[in-house]
């Protein structure tokens, strides 16, 4: 009755610890390309994703609304999976994007460099110098997508439960830590509470969905909060008139909530292009 979500280094056994804990706790293990999918059938053009999924968006990437699309099709999936609750996340910034919910537990899974090229040249069958180029551009474009979207070093340990070394602790007993902890940890009232979080950061997530996609409002990093019958709006935009006309479609899409705007008005703020 938890969420598990485990960052990880490339070449720290991170699917394969993934895939122990949830078999030992029972659990599903939502792999890389389930979420892939999940993101493009939400509305992310597919051919788009490499640009974004776990990566440092490029420069121009970065200036253009498909970063913030991305990011919206992103968090709407992975609170989508954590709404089933019973699940194992690996990857794409989940710890953060749950990081308030009280039956989510956390795990970073790292190991030197030394044992992390060994594992890619015996996987690869690649050479030393090959190995660690896929370690550096791995690490460079991890901590970039966790920097761009998040705002956070991926490397500092305070976002975890815990840090596992896998160079000292292997894919078994590493899965045994992860399911032995969740139990122990979450408890019925973490795991209503939790739950209940994930219901709220979904709504409110959808609402933003709506208000961006279907309805084309042009509010720069939209962003809404749910407190208890409140909806607080944030972002940025070139005008009070679409402030407006947010606060008045939100109120249409979830009847019965108070809204409210703190999004900023810059008289010159212009859109990413397209």
């Not at 890389?32 to 051919?47: M, N, Q, S, Y």
């Not at 660690?132 to 500092?156: L, T, W």
């Amino acid at each position: 009755m938890a969420i598990v979500a485990i960052s990880r280094q490339i070449a720290a056994l991170g699917d394969e610890i993934a895939a122990i804990a949830a078999e030992k706790l029972g659990y599903v293990f939502i792999r890389r390309d389930e979420l892939e999918k999940r993101i493009v059938e939400l509305g992310f053009p597919a051919e788009k994703l490499g640009k974004y999924d776990e990566k440092k968006p490029g420069f121009f990437a970065a200036l253009v609304k498909d970063r913030d699309e991305y990011l919206h099709y992103l968090q709407t999936a992975v609170l989508e999976v954590a709404s089933q609750n019973n699940c194992v996340l690996i990857g794409r910034g989940a710890y953060i994007i749950l990081e308030d919910v009280s039956n989510v537990v956390s795990f970073r899974l790292v190991a030197k460099d030394s044992v992390r090229l060994q594992r890619l040249e015996n996987e690869f069958a690649c050479t030393k110098k090959q190995a660690q180029q896929k370690i550096d551009e791995s690490d460079k474009n991890r901590s970039g997508f966790h920097k761009s979207f998040f705002d956070v070093d991926i490397a500092d340990p305070t976002h975890f439960h815990f840090v596992l070394n896998t160079g000292l602790i292997g894919a078994d007993e590493g899965g045994a830590l992860i399911a032995d902890f969740v139990k122990s940890h979450i408890s019925s009232e973490r795991d209503a509470l939790g739950a209940e979080k994930i219901k709220t950061l979904l709504a409110a997530q959808r609402l933003v969905n709506t208000l961006v996609f279907t309805h084309k409002i042009n509010i720069e990093f939209l962003h809404a909060v749910i407190d208890g019958n409140t909806i607080i709006l944030q972002g940025v935009a070139d005008s009070s008139a679409v402030v407006e006309q947010a606060v008045a479609l939100s109120k249409k899409e979830m009847p019965g909530y108070d809204v409210k705007s703190r999004i900023s008005i810059v008289q010159d703020f212009k859109a990413h292009p397209k």
